[in-house]
């Protein structure tokens, strides 16, 4: 641990932060490499006395913050750590770094099941860093999950961020394809969530560099429309899901009405748009007949 003056520490903050980025990122950095956490980075600006200890020097702390802002380089991925809900994530340039829009999803789902409910089976498609699911066995310890992913080294990742999360053992991860792995729940599932691929072609194309040049293709583009996934995931759900079992997706800002129709069509019934905390419809649900 090295040891610095506090007004030192902040005045280098001060400096840092004067190149550009933003605070979360920073706070982030000093957070998972410096050993700083964000309260105790609070309590700094009101008492600035004293000193300070750190796991790395300035030099350091700079380089890696010079990294972020001139690559584009996500900081979660030079951090290899996201924060989501109250989880630490590994990520890796492999998985999609959960955005803290999608942490509404749990909330979604407390709504529809209520904080004590009884036991259930649930499935994620496409788990990434395991966030969703993870959230999920947390807040529902007598629930059981399958999380699928397509890719083997994200399942590892996903598998590792659960067993750091905490011990009991209700979640299972599997892999391949969307439902694929899933022949042998067929009419078993209560709830089946995904946040898949969802970005229109010609949308892809016009992402910020942080996210097109770092983060794992696969998880973002959904084809022509967007809606390939979707699409193929609302068809397939009727064979999973048991009578009255939910369907929770997370879609394109401007896909909402789209996903309505693809599960009425596919006799969803109590179908809602939800929207996110900047009011756009972040997420479509709806109950299988």
């Not at 040891?3 to 190149?19: D, G, M, N, V, Y």
């Not at 996500?74 to 989880?87: K, S, T």
């Not at 996903?259 to 756009?280: A, C, M, P, R």
């Amino acid at each position: 641990m090295l040891c610095i003056p506090i007004k030192e520490f902040l005045f280098w903050k001060k400096k840092q932060l004067s190149k550009g980025g933003d605070q979360q990122s920073f706070i982030l950095l000093l957070d998972c490499l410096g050993g700083l956490s964000a309260c105790d980075q609070n309590i700094l600006n009101i008492n600035p006395e004293g000193n300070l200890y750190l796991k790395k020097n300035l030099d350091f702390l700079e380089s890696v913050w010079e990294d972020h802002l001139l690559k584009s380089n996500p900081i979660q991925h030079l951090c290899g750590v996201a924060f989501w809900r109250n989880l630490k994530l590994k990520v890796t340039n492999k998985v999609l770094i959960p955005r803290p829009e999608t942490e509404l999803i749990i909330d979604i789902v407390l709504k529809i099941f209520g904080e004590n409910s009884q036991k259930l089976l649930f499935a994620e498609l496409g788990t990434g860093s395991g966030a969703i699911s993870i959230a999920l066995s947390l807040a529902y310890p007598l629930w059981d999950g399958i999380a699928t992913d397509i890719d083997k080294d994200v399942l590892e990742i996903a598998t590792e961020n659960y067993n750091n999360s905490f011990s009991q053992s209700n979640l299972k991860f599997s892999c391949g394809h969307w439902w694929n792995p899933l022949e042998s729940f067929k009419g078993k599932l209560d709830l089946a969530i995904s946040n898949p691929p969802y970005i229109p072609e010609d949308t892809y194309e016009r992402l910020p560099k942080e996210v097109k040049n770092f983060e794992p293709k696969i998880a973002l583009l959904g084809g022509d429309d967007g809606l390939k996934h979707i699409r193929e995931i609302i068809q397939k759900a009727p064979f999973y899901l048991k009578d009255k079992g939910w369907l929770i997706l997370e879609n394109h800002y401007d896909q909402g009405e789209k996903v309505k129709q693809l599960l009425l069509k596919n006799k969803f019934t109590s179908i809602e748009i939800v929207n996110d905390l900047s009011g756009i419809g972040r997420f479509t649900i709806g109950r299988y007949k």
